[in-house]
C-alpha cells in the first residue's frame, strides 16, 4: 500500500503543476482552455524529436519546451481568445475546444497515433529502494522539478507587480482597468504562463510517459476536474487537487483496476462539490 500512496504522491505533484497553468487562465479570464492537455502533448513531442534527431536529453530540454510553450501560449490568445473574448462565453470555449481538435489531429497526421517512448534518457530505469518501496528515478525527477517550479510561480504572483497585475485582473477586470493595468497584456502573460506550466511538465514526464497524439484529452479533463475541485483561480488548491487525484488514481488502479481508476477519480469530484461546490478553496 505504501508503494501506491507514494506513486500517487509523485504524479500528484506532476498534476499539480498541470492544473495550476489552467487555474490561472480559467481564474484571471473565465476561459477553460480545451486545448490544455494539448499543449502537454506538443511539448512531449519536441522533448522526444528533440531527443530522437538530435539526442538532447528531456531535462536539457526543460527551458526550451517552457519557452517555446510559453510562446505558443503568448500567440493562442493574440490570434485567437483576444477575438472572441469579449463575446459569447461559449464562443470562447469552443474555440479552445477546436484548437485542441486540430493540435490532436495534426500530431496524428504528422506522427501517426503510434505511442513513442523515450527510453535511454539519462533517468530512464534507474529506481531507488526503500525497504520495500521502489521509486523511479524519472518519477521522482519529475515530481521534484513540478514542485520546485510550483514555488517560483507561488513566488511569482506573490511577489512581482506583473503576477498582482494578474491577481487583481482576476478579481475585476475593470477595476483593473481604472487601475491603469493593461488587462489585454495580463491576459497574454497568463497564455503565456499556462503555456509555460505544461511545457515544463511535457519535458519532465516524457522520459517515463507514453507520447501519443490524444494523450491531451486526459490530461485537459484531469485538469478541468482538479481546477474545480481545488477552487477556481487557486494555485493552493490546484496543489491540493493535484494530490488528491494523484493518489485517488493509484488506489483506484490498484483495488479497481486501472480499467476503472477513474470512476473513483470523479466520484470524489462529485462529492465534493457536493458540499463545497465552489471547491476546497474557491472564493
Not at 60 to 67: D, E, S, T, V
Not at 77 to 102: E, N, P, Q, W
Given at each position: 500500500?505504501?508503494?501506491?500512496?507514494v506513486?500517487?504522491?509523485?504524479?500528484?505533484?506532476?498534476?499539480?503543476?498541470?492544473?495550476?497553468?489552467?487555474?490561472?487562465?480559467?481564474?484571471?479570464?473565465?476561459?477553460?482552455?480545451?486545448?490544455?492537455?494539448?499543449?502537454?502533448?506538443?511539448?512531449?513531442?519536441?522533448?522526444?524529436?528533440?531527443?530522437?534527431?538530435?539526442?538532447?536529453?528531456?531535462?536539457?530540454?526543460?527551458?526550451?519546451?517552457?519557452?517555446?510553450?510559453?510562446?505558443?501560449?503568448?500567440?493562442?490568445?493574440?490570434?485567437?481568445?483576444?477575438?472572441?473574448?469579449?463575446?459569447?462565453?461559449?464562443?470562447?470555449l469552443?474555440?479552445t475546444?477546436?484548437?485542441g481538435?486540430?493540435?490532436?489531429?495534426?500530431?496524428?497526421?504528422?506522427?501517426?497515433?503510434?505511442?513513442?517512448?523515450?527510453?535511454?534518457?539519462?533517468?530512464?530505469?534507474?529506481i531507488?529502494?526503500?525497504?520495500?518501496?521502489?521509486?523511479?528515478?524519472?518519477?521522482?525527477?519529475?515530481?521534484?522539478?513540478?514542485?520546485?517550479?510550483?514555488?517560483?510561480?507561488?513566488?511569482?504572483?506573490?511577489?512581482?507587480?506583473?503576477?498582482?497585475a494578474?491577481?487583481?485582473?482576476?478579481?475585476?477586470?475593470?477595476?483593473?482597468?481604472l487601475?491603469?493595468?493593461?488587462?489585454?497584456?495580463?491576459f497574454?502573460?497568463?497564455?503565456?504562463?499556462?503555456?509555460?506550466?505544461?511545457?515544463?511538465?511535457?519535458?519532465?514526464?516524457?522520459?517515463?510517459?507514453?507520447?501519443?497524439?490524444?494523450?491531451?484529452?486526459?490530461?485537459?479533463?484531469l485538469?478541468?476536474?482538479?481546477?474545480a475541485?481545488?477552487?477556481?483561480?487557486?494555485?493552493?488548491?490546484?496543489?491540493?487537487?493535484?494530490?488528491?487525484?494523484?493518489?485517488?488514481?493509484?488506489?483506484?488502479?490498484?483495488?479497481?483496476g486501472?480499467?476503472f481508476?477513474?470512476?473513483?477519480?470523479?466520484?470524489?469530484?462529485?462529492?465534493?462539490?457536493?458540499?463545497?461546490?465552489?471547491?476546497?478553496?474557491?472564493?
Amino acid at each position: 500500500m505504501g508503494q501506491i500512496i507514494v506513486n500517487g504522491i509523485l504524479m500528484g505533484f506532476i498534476y499539480s503543476l498541470v492544473a495550476i497553468g489552467l487555474t490561472l487562465t480559467w481564474g484571471t479570464m473565465g476561459i477553460p482552455n480545451f486545448a490544455h492537455g494539448d499543449f502537454l502533448m506538443l511539448s512531449m513531442y519536441l522533448a522526444f524529436w528533440a531527443f530522437e534527431l538530435i539526442g538532447i536529453d528531456p531535462l536539457l530540454m526543460l527551458p526550451i519546451c517552457i519557452l517555446a510553450i510559453f510562446i505558443l501560449g503568448v500567440l493562442t490568445y493574440k490570434g485567437i481568445i483576444s477575438r472572441v473574448i469579449d463575446g459569447a462565453s461559449l464562443t470562447a470555449l469552443l474555440a479552445t475546444f477546436g484548437l485542441g481538435m486540430f493540435l490532436k489531429n495534426l500530431a496524428q497526421f504528422l506522427w501517426t497515433p503510434n505511442y513513442r517512448y523515450i527510453n535511454d534518457a539519462l533517468v530512464s530505469g534507474k529506481i531507488i529502494k526503500l525497504g520495500n518501496i521502489v521509486l523511479g528515478v524519472p518519477q521522482i525527477v519529475a515530481a521534484v522539478g513540478s514542485i520546485l517550479l510550483v514555488v517560483v510561480i507561488v513566488y511569482f504572483m506573490e511577489n512581482t507587480r506583473t503576477g498582482k497585475a494578474i491577481q487583481a485582473t482576476a478579481l475585476n477586470r475593470n477595476t483593473a482597468l481604472l487601475m491603469g493595468i493593461n488587462t489585454s497584456k495580463i491576459f497574454a502573460i497568463t497564455f503565456g504562463i499556462t503555456g509555460a506550466c505544461v511545457g515544463a511538465a511535457g519535458a519532465l514526464m516524457s522520459s517515463f510517459f507514453p507520447i501519443y497524439p490524444t494523450l491531451g484529452s486526459l490530461f485537459s479533463t484531469l485538469s478541468l476536474v482538479i481546477v474545480a475541485l481545488g477552487g477556481l483561480g487557486s494555485i493552493k488548491g490546484a496543489l491540493y487537487g493535484g494530490l488528491i487525484i494523484g493518489l485517488t488514481e493509484a488506489i483506484g488502479g490498484y483495488f479497481l483496476g486501472t480499467q476503472f481508476k477513474y470512476l473513483l477519480v470523479f466520484l470524489i469530484y462529485l462529492i465534493v462539490i457536493q458540499v463545497r461546490p465552489k471547491g476546497l478553496f474557491g472564493w
